[in-house]
């Protein structure tokens, strides 16, 4: 079972920069996907950035240019470098997980964080 544990939520006001981490265990392979999502309240999860053991990475159109996703594969610790914050970016964030190298275009569902807060102020 691959246990996903996130840090690096917070309050920040807009313009500033979190960096999320998303800490993994369990992975029965040395290949494996992972990525991040976001729902803030009302809406439906969305898909930020995948990025697999092989280096292939994935952007959604909302993190384009604003968010980096990378990943320390020895230690399975994945990152999400989030610069020029706005408050439309507040929402709850999750880190997921699969086995196996990330399908193109697309974001690993198999295995879920329990999220973590970010809120952007004005």
């Known amino acids: 079972q691959v246990l996903l544990v996130e840090s690096g939520g917070g309050s920040v006001q807009s313009g500033g920069s979190l960096r999320l981490s998303c800490a993994a265990s369990?992975?029965?392979?040395?290949?494996?996907?992972m990525g991040w999502f976001r729902q803030a309240p009302g809406q439906a999860r969305e898909g930020l950035a995948s990025l697999d053991t092989d280096g292939h990475k994935n952007y959604g159109d909302s993190a384009k240019g604003r968010f980096t996703i990378s990943l320390d594969n020895p230690k399975a610790i994945l990152y999400l470098q989030m610069n020029d914050l706005k408050p439309e970016d507040s929402a709850m964030y999750y880190c997921?997980?699969?086995?196996?190298?990330?399908?193109?275009?697309?974001?690993?569902?198999?295995?879920w964080g329990q999220g973590t807060q970010v809120t952007v102020s004005s």
């Open positions: 997921a997980a699969e086995n196996g190298l990330c399908v193109a275009n697309d974001f690993p569902k198999a295995y």
């Open positions: 369990g992975f029965g392979y040395n290949l494996y996907c």
